[in-house]
Every structure is written in structure tokens, then in C-alpha cells.
């Protein structure tokens, strides 16, 4: 499975970006799915996950209410609304397959990966 994450960009303090993934596979659909970032300097954390079905989503405690993950199974993709964005938003951002039909927080539960995208809060 091979992802491809775009949207990424500079964006003032209070603004918004949408994030997408593109995935190569169909099996992906079957999979729960997730949006992880990395800071500077930082561990990389989870961000945002979203069940095969979309039934189910999570988010971390620092992005709840202001980002929203949703997926489009029929075309393969993953999207995540960032609302509200923050300067300590930034960071590369990941989306990631995961190797059940859930999304877990943690990183070890998820097998492929897309190449990340830059985001970045200007204050």
C-alpha cells in the first residue's frame, strides 16, 4: 500500500487547511486509518483516527473540536479539516494504515505510511 499525503502549507494563526491522503489500495478501505504528526524536536504523536467504516473517530486531547478526520472508502482517500490552527500545530504531518479495521493512538499499530506533509502556524 502505498499513501500519498498533500495540502500541507503555511498558514496564519486562526486559519484553516484540509489535509488528503491518497491511497494505492483498495484492501486500505478495509482498515482503520490515522493521521499522526511530528514536531521539531518532538516524539511523534497521534493526531486523528477514523475506523474502516468511518463509524468510529478519535482524537488527541490538543485537537479535539478543531480538526475533523473523514475518509472517502470509494476513492481512497483520507481527509483531515484543520480548523483553529495554532503555531504549535506545526509539524510534518503523517496519515498511516492501520493493521486493523480501527484506528489506535498507538504508532507500533500501524504498518504503512505516507511520506508527510508540512504544516506550518505562523503566529
Known amino acids: 500500500v502505498q499513501l500519498q499525503a498533500s495540502g500541507g502549507g503555511l498558514v496564519q494563526s486562526g486559519g484553516s487547511l484540509r489535509l488528503s491522503c491518497a491511497s494505492s489500495?483498495?484492501?486500505?478501505?478495509?482498515?482503520?486509518m490515522g493521521w499522526f504528526r511530528r514536531a521539531p524536536g518532538k516524539e511523534r504523536e497521534f493526531v486523528a483516527g477514523?475506523?474502516?467504516?468511518?463509524?468510529?473517530?478519535m482524537y488527541s486531547d490538543s485537537v479535539k473540536g478543531r480538526f475533523t478526520i473523514s475518509r472517502d472508502r470509494a476513492k481512497n482517500m483520507v481527509y483531515l479539516q484543520m480548523s483553529s490552527l495554532k503555531p504549535e500545530d506545526t509539524a510534518v504531518y503523517y496519515c498511516?494504515?492501520?493493521?486493523?479495521?480501527?484506528?489506535?493512538?498507538?504508532?507500533?499499530?500501524?504498518?504503512?505510511w505516507g511520506q508527510g506533509t508540512q504544516v506550518t502556524v505562523s503566529s
Open positions: 489500495r483498495r484492501t486500505a478501505s478495509n482498515n482503520g
Open positions: 498511516a494504515v492501520s493493521r486493523t479495521s480501527y484506528s489506535p493512538t498507538n504508532y507500533s499499530q500501524y504498518n504503512y
Open positions: 477514523i475506523s474502516w467504516n468511518g463509524g468510529s473517530t
